[in-house]
């Protein structure tokens, strides 16, 4: 007996919610704003959840593809513009060397580097543990591409280390 297609979108959405607020938050950096995000996609899922379809991509894959989207409509809700006159000094210097930075600081610090495009290939890679191969599936290019792609987004984010470090 098939269950029903709630049933099913409830069980699919326990095995992925973890993996999708993931990818948002590290991307997005503010966690009240990627809650929002993710409820958002996951309303936007259940009630397109008839045209999912299993063979051509995992239901975690699908539901992160419309997160993505919805963190964009986010951002250009909420894009406001600020003159850089009216910065206060000292905003825009450096850190002292008595900063402390934790683990997600320097993650964000690190994510922040990258562009945008490089920022998505790496979270698909090491947060939602996608192989080259299925990454390059889902954005249509080649999975050596991919590798370099990779590859010179963390060698950004190494020189990056080096240069936080150094401070």
Partial sequence: MQPSPER????????SYDFVYNYVRCRMRDDDAAEDVVAEAYMKAARSFSKYDPARAKFTTWVAAIAHNCMHDHWRRTRQTTCIDDV????????????VVDDRDLADRLLGVLDD????????????GYRNVDIAK????NASTVATRLSNALAKMRSAAVALEAQ
């Fill in 8 to 15: 099913e979108f409830e069980r699919l959405y326990r095995e």
């Fill in 88 to 99: 206060p000094e000292g905003v825009l210097s450096q850190p002292d060397d008595s900063t």
């Fill in 117 to 128: 495009a490089e920022r998505d290939l790496v979270l698909r890679k090491y947060l939602l």
């Fill in 138 to 141: 889902e954005l249509g290019m």
